[in-house]
């Protein structure tokens, strides 16, 4: 933590007077950014404080600096960790870096084997995700919970989502799965000569669509270029909603070697 005075812990009902700060932030930084996370009442934020799946983040005098909380869809097959804010003034700091470190620690705490996912459209936030094991993947590979995807409806690209049938939208998917990770390192425990070289690779339209393949996986290294792809999803995307469709689009495809 760059921040000494700044302490990052779970979040306790000793917490609940927050609450009414985290909620309105949220709201305001959603406004802010033209993209919306699910709206939480104080109260919803209280009870997470309560269940103990939230993580807060306090100077050491007691002023607020960030949030974050935990959700289980789909029997709690899957773990979502939701409503990352930082207060706008101590933005910059490594705050949401230690913020989400915790709170991925505390999800595999109570949900082992759940698969932890996110959807985000800050590539800051994609920068740590990958850090902490993530990957991009296709929205086909989160929950199927209603209840999760209902969540979208306060976003302002709501209707984006609902004509791609909940298939891609302007956010990025990304998925640490437990299972993966314990088959990669028993992988990488074998033998040189035994190891895979193949992994996954995406095909990615010029209607935002990304599709599967298999190669050799580079995505922190090419981040640059995964940077230029959701540049280029977000035009495609945007623009498709003022045309009314995009049709005119599905001529041509692009592959982006950018995993």
Partial sequence: MENPNIIVRVATSDDAH??????????????????????????YVVLKMTEGKAVIALTDKGEWVGFCYIEAWGHEKFVANSGLIVNPDFRGHGVAKSIKERIFQLSREKYPDAK??????????????SD??????????????????KGCQSCVNFDILTAKNRKNCLCTAMLYDPAEKAKDEARAAEPAEKMATADTQFSVTTTGTIEKAKRKRGYKKDFK??????RYKKYVLLNSRKEGGDAHHKRRFFLFNIF
């Fill in 116 to 129: 932890i996912f996110g959807l985000t459209t800050g590539l800051a936030v994609m920068k740590i995700n």
């Fill in 18 to 43: 927050y609450a009414k700060t985290i909620t309105d932030e949220m709201e305001a930084s959603a406004k802010a950014r033209g993209t919306g996370i699910a709206k939480r009442s104080p109260d």
């Fill in 132 to 149: 902490l094991g993530y990957e991009p993947v296709t929205y086909s590979e989160l929950t199927d919970d209603n209840e999760f995807w």
């Fill in 225 to 230: 270029l995964f940077e230029r792809w959701l």
